[in-house]
């Protein structure tokens, strides 16, 4: 499966990729370099640290590049009364008898404990597309779904203000 993003999203992976390629690629080499000088490498936990430092900056700039190579493209472009990425849709729950604000965005953003649900989320899926008063149904498994109703469908959020998931 490959993770939707727009280009947005792309352009922010790829000014990460460079920073780290850049500057803490040789911060890191230069820790690397500064801990080895401190002599017996089997007991130097600095140089052990700086090195798994090292590698986890490398494993990123390896992750990114590979998001970005098996991405599919999805425009952040919707109609004005429809649900849409980067909308902050107002929800109500009939179970629950509450309301709640989400956000919806590409799979690299979700992050539900900030109210920013993937378009690839069940939540997610089932408000992409509908329209403010319409009542969706919310399928999470083959054995259970609950409803939920848009009352409000709100601008599009910019696109600045959603940072990527770091891993």
């Known amino acids: 499966m490959y993770d939707e993003l727009t280009k947005k999203d792309i352009a922010k992976m790829e000014e990460e990729i460079e920073y780290r390629k850049l500057v803490v690629r040789k911060q890191a080499l230069e820790a690397v370099k500064e801990a080895r000088a401190h002599g017996d490498l089997s007991e130097n936990f600095e140089y052990h640290a700086a090195k798994k430092d090292k590698n986890q900056n490398e494993s990123r700039i390896r992750y990114l590049e590979r998001m970005i190579k098996t991405a599919k493209v999805v425009s952040d472009d919707s109609k004005e009364d429809e649900v849409g990425l980067n909308n902050t849709v107002e929800v109500y729950f009939e179970e629950d008898d509450m309301v709640e604000t989400f ?43 609950y409803f939920v109703s848009i009352r409000s469908i709100g601008k599009q959020v910019d696109d600045d203000a959603i940072s990527i998931r770091k891993f």
């Open 103 to 145: 956000t919806i965005v590409t799979t690299i953003r979700g992050n539900s404990l900030k109210g920013l649900i993937s378009t690839e989320s069940p939540m997610g899926k089932a408000l992409l597309g509908k329209k403010a008063g319409d009542r969706v149904e919310v399928k999470v498994s083959e054995d259970y779904s």
